[in-house]
């Protein structure tokens, strides 16, 4: 067959038949032509159209496939020249805005997923997209400028709204506010900022407990937290539960009493069981719990052992039975008359730093003592150089006699009937013999010493 020149141009190579027919040039779409085997498929409303719409010239090689070369960009480059990145052939209407905003560096997250798209692009004809500042301040500085609780501007705050605000909730309201720095969780999700801030400049809030619930802290009666001197940090003791409870004083084991711990943890149900005065938490008693007779059988012969509401603590410190305080292993061991004495009347302003000198319990002793008076005497105030720890001062030893008058022989005998020799007073004895034997040399037989004028001076003679 002879080719005649073909009106579409050199690089069209197909069979005139595939379009035409022998009656008539014009495209007859009956015939085995199919468009969708070029690079262009016709869809949707383009199946609807003359081919003339877009074969404007017959020399098809020369129409573009590009969108735009149909299509007046009505956006006028603000989203690009390629309408399928967006639209289909079926309609300019868009479904899947948010999937398509969703691959800018833009995503539509929480409330802006709902914001008409010309709240943001605002332009005469609504219809061009020119790209946004990507800053929150970006479209809401009138919002930013004109925030009065607090005073954003003001105060300084930082125009990057997301650091406080959730994009996530519609509005500015408190509850949309990332309070990460301070959960508000529990008691305290509140949505009334101004519980805390009370002024508008929100800097000022600690979050230091104390600045909001000193109020309850003085106010608190059991326990009166101020008596006690408990810490004013609540959540030293309190978690976020409403109410304040439940409460847990950690601080008690290693300060005071180990109850979170060893033999008595989970022995109390509340302070009171211990703390029966609400008001003085310095008060309490072990005989709530340790009942007699059961406790009296469990210190037969225990030195010092007294059944009464504080006295357990004397010798079970960490409550532990096993490990009840033994005296003896401390620098002043329980000997004679101490053995007996209650713990209190030594201890009387707590256990830690009582004194071991013995004038700092009997300095009364001294002081009453009459025969002799240690006072008027001068004698020294460590009642061990001169006493044990035997009931009622006796015997006594004075070594330093031996310096003024030795005790020996016959003597030793009186050392501790020391009336025997000091009648009247203890400061004008006399240390001569015939001091305190005048009655024997005068009544002397064998031989008369004082018809034979013998020396007064005993030990002349005697030993």
Avoid at 21 to 36: E, G, I, T
Avoid at 291 to 303: M, T
Avoid at 422 to 447: L, M, R
Wanted: hydrophobic letters at 20%; proline letters at 4%; glycine letters at 4%.
């Amino acid at each position: 067959m002879i080719r005649a020149q073909s009106p579409h141009g050199n690089r069209l190579k197909i069979n005139c038949s595939s379009c035409h027919s022998s009656d008539s040039w014009s495209f007859n779409s009956q015939l085995s032509f199919d468009h969708d085997s070029t690079q262009f498929k016709i869809q949707g409303q383009h199946r609807k159209l003359d081919c003339k719409s877009c074969h404007t010239s017959l020399e098809f090689d020369q129409i573009r496939s590009s969108c735009i070369s149909c299509h007046k960009d009505v956006h006028q480059q603000s989203v690009g020249m390629d309408c399928a990145r967006c639209h289909n052939s079926d309609t300019w209407l868009v479904n899947n805005i948010l999937e398509i905003h969703d691959r800018t560096n833009f995503p539509l997250l929480g409330v802006h997923r709902t914001v008409d798209c010309n709240a943001c692009h605002r332009s005469e004809t609504q219809l061009r997209f020119e790209p946004l500042g990507l800053e929150c301040i970006s479209c809401h500085l009138e919002d930013f400028n004109s925030a009065k609780s607090p005073d954003h501007k003001k105060n300084g705050y930082s125009t990057n709204c997301l650091e406080c605000h959730s994009q996530h909730s519609s509005g500015w309201k408190t509850g949309n506010v990332n309070h990460d720095f301070f959960p508000l969780v529990n008691s305290h999700k509140i949505d009334d900022c101004r519980k805390c801030h009370q002024s508008n400049d929100y800097s000022k809030a600690t979050p230091d407990c104390f600045s909001c619930h000193a109020l309850d802290y003085n106010n608190s009666i059991n326990p009166n937290h101020r008596i006690a001197g408990i810490s004013n940090d609540c959540k030293s003791c309190h978690s976020l539960d409403p109410d304040w409870k439940p409460a847990k004083f950690q601080e008690h084991d290693a300060q005071h009493f180990p109850i979170y711990s060893g033999s008595h943890q989970g022995a109390w149900q509340k302070c009171n069981d211990c703390h029966g005065n609400g008001q003085d938490y310095k008060i309490f008693t072990c005989t709530n719990c340790h009942l007699n007779p059961e406790s009296d059988q469990k210190h037969i012969n225990v030195s010092g052992y007294q059944y009464q509401n504080t006295a357990c603590l004397s010798c079970h410190p960490t409550g532990e039975a096993d490990n009840a305080f033994n005296h003896a292993t401390t620098n002043f061991p329980l000997t004679g008359a101490h053995r007996l004495v209650e713990c209190k009347l030594c201890h009387t302003n707590g256990y830690k730093g009582t004194p071991t000198e013995c004038q700092a319990c009997h300095q009364k002793d001294y002081d009453a003592s009459i025969d002799p008076s240690h006072k008027k005497l001068n004698l020294s105030t460590d009642c061990k150089t001169c006493h044990t720890t035997d009931p009622g001062w006796s015997p006594a030893r004075f070594d330093i006699h031996d310096q003024v008058f030795p005790l020996t022989g016959a003597h030793k005998a009186i050392e501790n009937d020391c009336k025997k020799c000091h009648i009247n007073s203890y400061s004008n004895t006399p240390s001569d013999c015939i001091g305190c034997h005048q009655k024997d040399y005068d009544a002397s037989i064998d031989p008369s010493h004082k018809k034979l004028n013998l020396s007064i001076d005993c030990k002349t003679c005697h030993t």
